[in-house]
């Protein structure tokens, strides 16, 4: 049986409206935790110009395999896996990036090193969506995110809602610049970063 997660279900339009834009010239898509499975395959039915891989911990292969074995998109590659703390990623060079509900959810040392592989494995024009809930100027964007984080550190103290501000700045490091910052439903972003000009990159912080 496929995993089902239903905010995947919610949340796929919206998403998808964006990446039709931001990654109509990319190339090939990491999707850094797959998750389900179901985005990959939406976006990659949707968007059949682009290679994308798929990536997670073991333990949720299966469940992307599933997918993707139903969906038949041969622009959709199995499932490597991907540990963001590891230093190194078996994924090549990407253009492009894409990454759903995990920046919230993963320590803050997992983000960073996140944006460490991306450094290692960008293309020199790149670009980087992620999707989730972001606070600004250190405040919550709605009551309904607050007591979402409050549940996430209760699980886990280690994750919680980051702010857009510290994100930002890692991509900044890596020679990123904030390009869009899109409104999504229940509260939630969509921020893209693309690469500025080539130049001495700073080390992730």
Request: proline share 4%.
């Amino acid at each position: 049986m496929k995993p089902v997660a239903e905010a995947c279900e919610r949340n796929r339009d919206p998403i998808l409206g964006v990446l039709t834009r931001v990654f109509a010239h990319r190339h090939r898509v990491l999707e850094i935790g797959s998750g389900t499975g179901q985005h990959a395959v939406y976006f990659g039915a949707a968007l059949a110009h682009l290679v994308w891989q798929t990536s997670d911990l073991p333990q949720a292969h299966a469940g992307i395999r599933a997918w993707l074995g139903d969906a038949g998109l041969p622009n959709v590659l199995e499932p490597v896996t991907l540990d963001v703390l590891a230093d190194a990623w078996d994924v090549g060079v990407c253009d492009a990036f894409f990454s759903a509900n995990v920046v919230h959810i993963a320590s803050w040392d997992a983000v960073r090193a996140m944006f460490r592989g991306i450094a290692r494995h960008r293309a020199d024009d790149c670009v980087v969506a992620l999707y989730g809930p972001y606070n600004y100027g250190g405040r919550f964007t709605s009551q309904s995110n607050a007591q979402f984080d409050a549940w996430l550190r209760h699980r886990d103290p280690a994750s919680g809602i980051r702010d857009f501000e510290a994100v930002d700045e890692l991509a900044r490091a890596i020679g990123l610049e904030l390009l869009e910052d899109n409104a999504m439903p229940a509260n939630n972003r969509l921020l893209v970063w693309g690469s500025t000009a080539v130049r001495a990159v700073r080390p992730v912080l």
